[in-house]
């Protein structure tokens, strides 16, 4: 199986054997999962632009205050 040396310094080791520790999982296990974990992250947040944009006229309509003003609005305020 492919394995991967990582070097860290003194105290990015002290954090990551803390994050590790704090989840209850071997270093080795902890830093195995965060690429995966990672990548979760980045298709949930993918999903959840794409939700948020799918739904944003109906949100705009029912919320009327909460619209956000455009770039143009704004600039003149700054002015």
Do not use: C
Request: charged share 30%; proline share 5%; glycine share 6%.
């Amino acid at each position: 199986m492919p394995s991967l040396n990582i070097t860290f310094t003194d105290e990015e080791l002290h954090e990551v054997r803390a994050a590790a520790a704090a989840e209850g999982k071997s270093l080795k296990q902890f830093v195995h999962d965060l690429p995966l974990r990672e990548q979760q992250r980045r298709q949930f947040a993918r999903y959840a632009v794409s939700w948020g944009e799918q739904y944003r006229e109906e949100f705009d309509a029912a919320f009327p205050d909460e619209v956000p003003q455009s770039a143009g609005q704004r600039g003149a305020e700054a002015a």
